[in-house]
């Protein structure tokens, strides 16, 4: 496979067509899905001339979490249903390309076994923080001990969006054997159904978040100047634009399009971005418009489904070079050196 849309193809023929649909799909329509690899591909890159270096520097540094490449693994739910060792196969590639995993609170491995497969890999973890606070503590508490080092808040989810291939399906839960691990209690295993996304979760929650942790908060879903400004007044670390690859409110706008806005409104806070990341001219464009790293979910997906842990490296493997590619194409020696006049909206 050369392209990150060829393991998607493999991973297509090789997964239950149920499973597939859940991975692939979107909420509604599936507009915003298609909008964001739409937007990405009408935006024209304008290279420099006769520049550049003879090496690349790609690395960037994330709430102190040094990555080999802008490129971050955006967290996703069920990796079991890919492939058999599931989360666990994804670490290990992911440490190897030296990159940063944002774990899912809805991984089918647990937080601590993951982090163990990989002590080297830079883990941060994704949480919905749920009504019950002393539940929610208590799983921030595993992240922290597993060695997560930043908290990835997902604030796009008042309610689970309407995927309606999951409907038709009937794919309302995991299959027998396969358990929300991160949200084991004792000896009871977890159910995605235990997972509340409740529209009460308000900024009072943010703050009762930084009461309880240390670790860095990051909100992922954000959309809005406005909010980008409540977020750097609320003392959070980060930002993630993310429409939650169109799987949340169809018809919200194609994250590229709306990431210049928030990076302005955002107080210099590290504004990352996702959704239909796909080619490394894709990853240029985010950065030359002041996202400071982009994340993968649904490729990551692809990879692990075609090959497991080998399919994870080439995912990650192939965006590093295409970045690189377009980086020496683009006459620029750094990551750093990207731009918004490299961009033509
Ligand atoms: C199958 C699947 C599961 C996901 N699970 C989660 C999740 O558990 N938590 C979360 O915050 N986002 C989740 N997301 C959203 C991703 O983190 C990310 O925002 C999105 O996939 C980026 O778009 P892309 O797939 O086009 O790269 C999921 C996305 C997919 C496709
Ligand atoms: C429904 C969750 C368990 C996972 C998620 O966020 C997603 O499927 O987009």
């Given at each position: 496979m050369r392209t990150l849309r060829e393991y998607e193809a493999v991973a297509r023929e090789r997964l239950d067509p149920v499973h597939?649909?859940?991975?692939a799909g979107g909420a509604g329509d599936e507009v915003t899905l298609r909008a964001n690899e739409a937007s990405l591909a009408r935006l024209a890159l304008l290279p420099r001339i006769l520049r550049g270096g003879a090496r690349r520097e790609l690395g960037?540094?994330?709430l102190g979490t040094g990555a080999s490449m802008p490129v971050l693994v955006a967290p996703t739910a069920f990796h079991r249903l890919a492939a058999p060792d599931g989360e666990r196969a994804t670490v290990r590639a992911v440490a190897a390309a030296d990159t940063i995993m944002i774990v899912s609170m809805a991984a089918t491995v647990a937080v601590e076994d993951i982090a163990a497969e990989a002590p080297d890999a830079k883990l941060w973890f994704q949480l919905y923080v749920q009504p019950d606070l002393a539940f929610t503590e208590a799983i921030v508490r595993r992240a922290e001990a597993a060695g997560c080092r930043a908290l990835v808040v997902t604030v796009d989810s008042p309610a689970l969006g309407r995927r309606e291939r999951d409907g038709r399906n009937g794919f309302h839960d995991l299959p027998d054997g396969l358990y929300c691990e991160n949200?084991?209690?004792?000896?009871?295993?977890?159910?995605?159904?235990?997972?509340?996304m409740s529209p009460e979760i308000s900024w009072e929650h943010i703050a009762w978040l930084r009461d309880v942790t240390e670790l860095p908060i990051v909100l992922k879903g954000v959309l809005r100047a406005e909010d980008a400004r409540l977020a750097a007044g609320a003392g959070v670390a980060g930002l993630i634009v993310s429409n939650h690859g169109g799987r949340q409110l169809d018809t919200v706008p194609a994250t590229i399009d709306v990431l210049?806005?928030?990076v302005d409104a955002a107080g210099g806070l590290p504004v990352l971005m996702d959704g239909g990341i796909r080619r490394?001219?894709?990853?240029?464009?985010?950065?030359a418009l002041g996202a400071s790293a982009v994340a993968i979910g649904r490729p990551v997906v692809w990879g692990l489904a075609a090959e497991g842990e080998q399919g994870v490296k080439g995912v990650l493997e192939?965006?590093?070079?295409?970045v690189d590619d377009a980086?020496?194409?683009?006459g620029c020696a750094s990551?750093?050196?990207?731009d918004r006049t490299y961009v033509r909206c």
């Open positions: 597939y649909d859940y991975f960037v540094t994330l949200l084991r209690i004792g000896d009871s295993p977890g159910h995605v159904r235990q997972i509340a210049p806005e928030v490394g001219t894709d990853v240029l464009k985010a950065l192939r965006i590093r070079d295409e980086l020496v194409q683009c990551v750093r050196d990207l």
